[in-house]
């Protein structure tokens, strides 16, 4: 039924979403954001379902925007660039407050809105060998739809150590700037996610619905006005020169002005 993503549910009510783009190393296009949202209200209505594990298909978690609807974003004009910084959020937002326990399992790369959507998971399982990055700035961008997610998870100081950078870090320096909840081996990821699932198949599911959403106000997720901030400023990088020069020199590999 969808096009970018699998879903499995077992007799347990444990459902396994997948991003299924692998030859893209599961990149989010505006058809995967649309997918993910159209599935998120979904696993949110269906009282069978008592958790749910988010992987990724092939070698990478998610690497990221697709550049291809990156690319389009150079042509586009502001009100368009706000409705599809409008779709991320929102998908982003729906994942964040689902009323189940949303659990990740990252292998390979998770770059720009692959951190974000660890950072609307619950609790995120890596292997040992994942590797992260908030990689915006090098192309002229910014994490800006993803960075209310992110900045709740991580906290402004760990938030300012890679937010700006581009530098790629790796599943241990995630684990300490709060993206990642445990590490594992590649070969011990699977068991890792099962006992958590486990634990909470052992919860009577209201008390968990209600307890995540509680959790929700007092940490402060993001607001409208947070939410609505971001994608004005990402609308404004958009118009920068940076944003063309950074995403030309990308697809021509060449050099950007700024090295």
Known sequence: MFETITLD???????MLTLNRPEKHNAMSGQMI????QVAARL?????????????????????GDLGWM??????????RAE??????????????LSKPLIARVHGTALGGGVGLCCVCDKVFAADTAMFGLTE?????????????????????????????????????????GIVSTLTTSQGLDAAVETEVIAYLKCAPAAVAEAK???????????????????KALVKRWEHPEAHQGI???FDKSIPPWG
């Open 9 to 15: 549910v077992d007799p347990r009510g444990v459902a």
């Open 34 to 37: 649309d997918d993910l949202t």
């Open 44 to 64: 949110d209505g269906d009282a069978a379902v008592r958790v749910v594990v988010l992987a990724g298909q092939g070698r990478s978690f998610c690497a990221g």
């Open 71 to 80: 690319k389009a974003q150079i042509a586009a004009d502001s009100a368009t």
């Open 84 to 97: 599809e910084a409008r779709k991320l959020a929102d998908m982003l937002g729906i994942l964040n407050s």
């Open 137 to 177: 700035t090098k192309l002229g961008l910014i994490p800006a739809t993803i960075g209310p997610f992110v900045v709740a998870r991580m906290g402004g100081g760990n938030a300012r150590q890679v937010f700006m950078s581009s530098r790629p870090f790796d599943a241990f320096e995630a684990q300490r700037l």
């Open 213 to 231: 959403a509680m959790v929700l106000v007092l940490g402060q997720a993001p607001t409208k006005t947070t939410l609505d901030a971001s994608i």
């Open 248 to 250: 030309t020199a990308f």
